[in-house]
Each structure stands twice: as structure tokens, then as C-alpha cells.
């Protein structure tokens, strides 16, 4: 455990020297080229290239898989490319790494390691986690994605849906079902796209998160080796359990630090912007709606980082994170609704980046267990029985 004092943990002199890098590998590596990854729905391979020079690929991950640093390391990366006005789509496909390899990590397998981790942090494949089914969607419990052993191999079949990176992506780690007993029935395999009965559709067009590409993935007659399988059989539920609150943290400091950049720009805009004989920053309805945007952002930054710093010191929380993901989105929401209205006409039209932040938020609240799944897993632990 750090003797940092906490109130200084996001903030130590490595990782103010941590943003300085991340903002200086924004401005030269990402913003000049945001506006045609948007366009084009997808990143390049280069942008995975450039992060794994800096380090940026590996922080949270353990040195022997060739990562370093802790969990906050990696969050402040996060933060600190929003800040800087990243879309928030980029670092879903950039860092999608952080929701698809954990399990490959936790096997302790260097094989995996070899052919799969280390190639993937150093940005020289792409990986894609699957998950979520077309009739699943957040409960995972109900998934129909089958892989059936036969001899030395498992044959997989099924359709995945929402896949972040799902289009690019060299490996995939699937979740299929290999018993007939619910949740208790799940395993995780990792699955190379090139194999015979793989295919990745089309990307598809959404809403927000434009940069990222995201597929539909299909799996028939897909076999792998035996050796596929990661982990232990029928205990994928638990791995994706485990992860489950590592990717629901980070999204909750992604949610606060798009909050922050939202009202960074209302403030820049109500200084700049005259009316009525001077600068809208003078009329205080405005000056009180940005009061409140802060005031939620700072309230929702305050829990989600006590809860990281928790999560990074080995405790389990798991009501803790719901609340974390549904403070921070809750904020998000108001914060770029309101900045929408600040900006006026200039928030409305597209490709002004609050509104690009305002179709981007509203994946927050879906992502990683929608708003009322969040919910639903707190009143497990609230007295109601």
C-alpha cells in the first residue's frame, strides 16, 4: 500500500509528469487526426504503436506481462486524454485491451503471455472482448454462445453483438456457454480471428463513440485447441465478475473527466461569448447552471476516486462501484445536457465537440451494466430481508 497521503494519489510528481506525457501524445498524435477517425469509424494500428512506445498500453498490467504501474496510472491516462478534448470513442478501442486481457493475465500462463499479452501491449495486435449477445444484452447468465469439446479442440458457435474493436481486432475473448447450469456454466476462450467460421460484420453506425468501431461477431463451427480455453472450465462467470469491476471504474472516471472538459468549455465559452452588452459569464442564471454542473462533477469525481483507490488496494466492492458508475454517469448526463444549452446554437451544431461529448455520454449509463442493472446489484446488498 502507497504512504502517498490519498488526497495526493491522483496527483504525485510521476504522474503530473504521467499527464504532461499523455497531453503532449494527445496534441501530436490524436486531435489532428479525431475529426477523420470519426469519419472513418475506426482508429489506425499506428495510434496502438505510438501509446506502446510511451508505456501507455501496459500501466495496470503485472511487469512479468509487460505492463507496470498501477491501476490509477492507467486512470489518469484516461482522464487526462479527455481533459485534453479526446473523444472518449477513441479510448474505448484504444484501451480495449484493459476489458480483454485481464483474464488472460490472471491465468498465470506464459503462453497466453507470449502469443497474446505482450504482443497486444506492445500495440502490435488488437483484441476485442465478446460478451454481450443480440438477446442477452447485461445479463450474462443467459448467454446462448455454446463451445462444444470435441477430441482436442472446442467447437464454438453463436452471435455476439456490440463488440468494441470487434471490426479491427486480431483475438477476441469469448464467453461461451460449456454446461447447462446457468452462470455456473460459463467459460472464456480466446479466439484468433482468422480461424474457419469466424466472421466480424460490418461496423456498426451509431450514435456516439464514432472512432470506435464495433461489430457483430458470429461464430460457426469455430474450432480452437484445448489449450484455448482460459482459465478453468465453467468459471467464466467469476472471471467476468472480476473484471467486470475494473472496466466499471474506469468508465466512472472517463464519465467524471468528459463531465470536467464539458464544463471547461462552457466556462471558456461564457467568458468569450457577448451578449446583451457583455460577456455571458455577467448573467447569473448561467453563472449558477455551470455551479451546479461543477458541483455534481465534484461530488462524482470525490466517490469515484475514493473507490479506485480502494479497488487498487485489493478490496472487493462491489455495491460501491454500481454506485460509483451511476454517480458518475448521472452527473455526465446533466453536465452535457447543460453544456449543449450553455453553447446554444454553436452546441448544436455537428461536430462542435460538446456536442459530439453530448452523443458520446449516453453510452455511459449503457455500457459496462446499464443505469438499472447498477441498481438491481445495489439492492442486493441493501436490508431487504
Request: aromatic content about 6%; hydrophobic content about 40%.
Amino acid at each position: 500500500m502507497s504512504s502517498t497521503p490519498r488526497a495526493d494519489l491522483w496527483n504525485t510528481p510521476e504522474r503530473t509528469e504521467l499527464r504532461a506525457t499523455v497531453r503532449a501524445f494527445a496534441e501530436k498524435e490524436i486531435l489532428p487526426h479525431a475529426d477523420r477517425w470519426e469519419r472513418e469509424g475506426e482508429l489506425p494500428r499506428s495510434l496502438h504503436r505510438a501509446a506502446a512506445d510511451l508505456g501507455l498500453l501496459g500501466l495496470g498490467m503485472p511487469e512479468r506481462v509487460g505492463g507496470g504501474g498501477e491501476m490509477i496510472d492507467q486512470l489518469v491516462v484516461s482522464e487526462e486524454l479527455l481533459h485534453t478534448g479526446v473523444p472518449s470513442g477513441v479510448l474505448a478501442s484504444l484501451f480495449t485491451h484493459a476489458i480483454a486481457l485481464p483474464a488472460l493475465v490472471d491465468s498465470e500462463r506464459e503462453d497466453l503471455a507470449r502469443d497474446y499479452v505482450r504482443p497486444t501491449l506492445a500495440g502490435e495486435r488488437v483484441c476485442a472482448l465478446a460478451i454481450t449477445e443480440p438477446d442477452g444484452g447485461s445479463d450474462v447468465a443467459r448467454l446462448r454462445t455454446r463451445a462444444v469439446p470435441d477430441g482436442d479442440e472446442w467447437v464454438i458457435d453463436g452471435t455476439k453483438m456490440f463488440i468494441t474493436s470487434g471490426h479491427r481486432a486480431d483475438f477476441v475473448t469469448v464467453a461461451a456457454r460449456t454446461s447447462d447450469t446457468g452462470h455456473e456454466g460459463i467459460s472464456l476462450f480466446v479466439v484468433d480471428t482468422g480461424t474457419p467460421g469466424f466472421t466480424a460484420g460490418g461496423k456498426l453506425d451509431k450514435m456516439g463513440w464514432l472512432s470506435s468501431d464495433t461489430a457483430e461477431l458470429s461464430f460457426d463451427g469455430v474450432r480452437v485447441p484445448a489449450r484455448n480455453l482460459v482459465g478453468e472450465r465453467d468459471q467464466g462467470f467469476l472471471q467476468i465478475m472480476r473484471q467486470f469491476a475494473g472496466e466499471r471504474i474506469g468508465m466512472s472516471v472517463q464519465a467524471v473527466a468528459v463531465a470536467q472538459r464539458c464544463i471547461d468549455l462552457s466556462a471558456r465559452y461564457l467568458r468569450e461569448r457577448e451578449a446583451f452588452g457583455g460577456p455571458l459569464a455577467k448573467r447569473q442564471v448561467l453563472r449558477h447552471r455551470l455551479a451546479e454542473m461543477h458541483r455534481r462533477t465534484t461530488v462524482a469525481r470525490t466517490y469515484v476516486r475514493h473507490v479506485a483507490e480502494r479497488l487498487q488496494d485489493g478490496e472487493e466492492l462491489i455495491p460501491e462501484v454500481a454506485v460509483a458508475k451511476n454517480t458518475a454517469t448521472e452527473a455526465l448526463d446533466h453536465v452535457v445536457d447543460n453544456a449543449v444549452q450553455i453553447h446554444g446554437g454553436a452546441g448544436f451544431v455537428r461536430d462542435s465537440e460538446v456536442e459530439r461529448h453530448y452523443r458520446d455520454a449516453r453510452i455511459f449509463s449503457i455500457g459496462g451494466g446499464a443505469y438499472e442493472i447498477m441498481n438491481e446489484v445495489i439492492t442486493k446488498f441493501l436490508p431487504l430481508r
